[in-house]
Structure formats: structure tokens, C-alpha cells
């Protein structure tokens, strides 16, 4: 069996409460062949001292310090910087299973090249544990074909780290993070799976997400959030128009309706100045299945009526929702 090289990208800002927890998880994987790559984002805490004593001490950890340019574009970078075959992104106040490489290399090895290998995650925080699985699929599907059965059992996740990725895919095919944007998964994972040309699932529970308290409640970056999400809608519809596959296509529809409804709630975007980012053309054409006109339509008719319903229950699950995206993914 071929020994895969695994490239692990770390963005790093301000967590040195966490970031010992994450790279020991790292360099103490039961698998050789990985490179660990932590990009410190300009942190001002000890991070940058942090990342730096664990290279001293491993050769295979590499850091790069660079001004802070966010998420999106500390994860280009290290992508930039890898030399990996696949990538493995990682927050850095989460962690993964000590036997992730060994069991990647293991499910890869039997395979030609796969794109994507999709995986499971466990969510945690000071009084709740909960495993979050995707629905299972046949061995190896294509990207849209995982990503429409996953759909439509309301199981299709947005993070990054919810999937480990071949290199040389990503390169190739320009996958970039978008720059200076929160909740960039929404924007990057589809993308990536109407793209790939195979997927591959294990039930195998590899990452540990861990919830941070307080961060939720930061207001401002709320309303950041969910403008950011309104482009990305946006940005995401044109892509869609394309798609041939129509039940597919609908699916993909349907979750954009919700993510730019669920947009305009949590970012309380009906307010003031935020009221020019509300578009209800957005809908127009959109092509929803009838599960969603209902909530449309009220939204169209009254956009407060519309977030009362949702503060009471309303709301569907969705590609966000099923995502468990939060400001703590925007650090």
C-alpha cells in the first residue's frame, strides 16, 4: 500500500488557550509521512512563539507568519505552501483523532485517485456531545451525485474540515477561498463538490469541533456574517443556472432560499441601514420546490411578519443550519 503524504493546514489567530491541544493532536498522529502547516495570521497573543517552539522540536511542523488577511486567506496560503497529495484543514481550537492519517491513507490507498474523501465529526462543548454523520452513500460516487443524496437527506455539511481533499484537485481547478468574506465554507464546499469527479465516504469519526462560548453573541459580526452570506447567495445562483441535472439543481435551489431567509434573520437585516441588502428579486426565478414558496411569500409579503415565524419555529433545516456554521468558524 502506497503511503500517502498528508499536508495539514493549521490557520492560526489568537487561540493559544487551544492551540497546544490542536498540534499535539497533530504530531502525535500514528502516521509519519504528514507535513503540518500553521499559518499565523498576525496574531498578537503567544501563538506566534507557541507555533514557533513546536517546529524547533519537529521537523515536519512549518510555520509562516504573515499579516492578518482572515480565514479564507490564511487557508489559501497554506494551500500555497503545501506539498502535500491531500489536504487536511484543521481549526485551530479544534482537534483530530489520533489515527485520522492511518485510516486516510488506508481508504485512499484502495482507490485511484479520489477527490474527495467525506468523513463524520463530533461536536462538543461544556454540556452537550453530538455526532453529526453524513447520510451513507455507495463507495465511490461523483461529487454531484454525493452532493444532491446528501441534500436531499438533509445531510449535506458546509466546513472545510469536513472532508480531507487531494492537492492536486484543488490546485488544478482554482479552488480558492474567496477573500475578505465570513461564512467562506458556504461559498468554497459547493463549489468543490459540483467539481469533483469522485467522492469517496467513511463512517469514520475523525475531527472534534469544539464550541466556544461567547463568541455567538458578537452583534456586528452577526450582521458581517450575514451580508457575506447574501453575496455568496448571489454568487451561488449564477453558478446553479448551469446545472443540468434538474432535481439537483432544485435541491441547491431550495438551501440558497433558505440560507439568504436564515441570513436576514440572524443578521436582523430588515433594520435600518442593512435594508438595502434585502433583494426579494432574489426569489424570482429561483426555481424552488413548493416546501419553500410558502416561507418566500411570507417573507415577500412582510419581512418582520416573516422573522417573527422564524423566532417562533418556523424555520427549515438547511445546508447552513445542517452546516452548525457560527461566528466561531470566522476567527
Known sequence: MSCIKFS????????EKYIDRCICSLIYQNYINLEIILVDDGSF??????????AKKDSRVKVFH????????????GLEKSKGDYIIFVDSDDYIDKNACVKFNEIIG??????????????????FVRLEKYTKLKDISKGSEFLKFQLKNNSMFAPVWRNIYRR????????????????????????????AESVIYTDYIFYFYCYRDGSINESKIKTKNAIDIISTCNELKEIYKNIEDKELKMLLMDNLANLYLYAVFIGKL???KHRFTIDKKFFQDLGCTNKFKYEIKLFC???HIYC?????????????NCSGANVKEID
Open 270 to 272: 430588515w433594520r435600518n
Open 8 to 15: 495539514i493546514i493549521v490557520p492560526v489567530y489568537n487561540v
Open 168 to 195: 492536486e484537485f484543488l490546485i488544478k481547478n482554482h479552488l480558492y477561498f474567496k477573500f475578505g468574506i465570513l461564512h467562506e465554507d458556504e461559498q468554497w464546499t459547493p463549489r468543490v463538490f459540483l467539481i
Open 308 to 320: 417573527c415565524y422564524r423566532y417562533f419555529g418556523g424555520s427549515l433545516r438547511s445546508f447552513s
Open 66 to 77: 504573515k499579516n492578518n488577511g482572515g480565514l479564507s486567506d490564511a487557508r489559501n496560503y
Open 45 to 54: 497573543d503567544n501563538c506566534p512563539l507557541i507555533c514557533d517552539n513546536y
Open 301 to 303: 409579503l412582510s419581512k
Open 110 to 127: 484502495m482507490h485511484k485517485k479520489i477527490d474527495i474523501v467525506a468523513a463524520n465529526i463530533q461536536r462538543f462543548g461544556n454540556k
